[in-house]
């Protein structure tokens, strides 16, 4: 049992450690890229540490960097607002009140809009100056919670519901220590956690996506302005090494950036795992 808990403590260690470099990397991100230097383009991770540079000499770290700002606060503020909607299904379901009706009605109605027509939608309506993360991500939080809502109020009903919450009454507890502490803390942390790092790295992968997509037919982003980049420009970098352009050491980064944030997520929904 103790080996149990200390390899969560490590799967924690990992995910926050790794959850600080993303929010570094973010307040490191230049407002804009480097003046082009076409004597310097292509060169490798050896020729132009630490990563090289792309087409224009512009070194790759940039845009890693500005692709963490663009992605690492929706995410955060995504995962948190499922956190908080997942909260209140499951304290309205043992509360007992008329409201968890209203809650399952919901849960049932946003669950079944399809998420990817609903994303477009929300981005084509954006004016210009809300061409941002933060309203799609928020958007497709909203569109995620009815699973986590659905896992939490479970786990609340698996305790017993008003019951339980009348025993502990009983035993002279408070409602404060008994809602926020007996039913959250206790019993929906690991609901919580594992629900807002899988939407944090969902929007992640949104934007790339969507950013991907712009990028391969050269459009506006809908997820951030045209003076910044996408981590989805590593990625269309490398695709075109497969074209004889020697920028493979950009998908290799756009790649690794990826396998981060999966690494991130996954070691928090680890360490977050009910004993």
Not at 103 to 122: D, H, K, N, T, Y
Not at 192 to 217: N, T
Not at 239 to 251: I, K, N, Q, R, W
Request: proline share 5%.
């Amino acid at each position: 049992m103790r080996g149990g808990i200390d390899m969560r403590n490590i799967w924690l260690s990992v995910g926050l450690f790794l959850l600080f470099v993303l929010l570094v990397a973010s307040g490191m991100a230049p407002e804009f890229v480097s003046t082009p230097d076409l004597e310097r383009r292509y060169l490798s991770p050896s020729q132009a540490p630490p990563f090289g540079n792309d087409d224009r000499g512009i070194s790759i770290l940039e845009y890693a960097l500005q692709g963490a700002k663009i992605v690492t606060l929706p995410a955060i503020l995504s995962g948190l607002l499922v956190s908080v909607l997942a909260i209140v299904s499951g304290l309205s379901r043992c509360a007992g009140s008329s409201f968890d009706t209203v809650i399952q009605a919901f849960g049932e109605l946003v669950g079944s809009l399809p998420r990817m027509v609903v994303i477009l939608v929300v981005a084509l309506m954006l004016p210009p100056d809300w061409k941002r993360l933060l309203p799609i991500g928020l958007t497709w939080a909203v569109l995620a919670a009815p699973a986590a809502m659905d896992e939490a109020a479970a786990t609340a009903g698996r305790l017993g519901g008003a019951r339980f919450v009348e025993a502990l009454r009983a035993h002279g507890f408070s409602a404060v220590r008994i809602y926020l502490y007996h039913v959250v803390w206790l019993n929906l942390r690991s609901v919580i956690v594992r629900q807002a790092a899988e939407v944090g790295m969902q929007v992640v992968f949104l934007e790339i996506a969507l950013s991907y997509l712009a990028v391969s037919r050269n459009e506006p982003s809908f997820t951030h302005s045209d003076s910044s980049y996408s981590w989805a420009t590593l990625l269309y970098q490398g695709y075109t090494a497969f074209l004889d352009v020697p920028l493979f050491h950009s998908l290799y980064l756009g790649l690794g950036l990826v396998g981060v944030v999966a690494l991130m997520a996954q070691s928090i929904r680890i360490a977050a795992r009910a004993r």
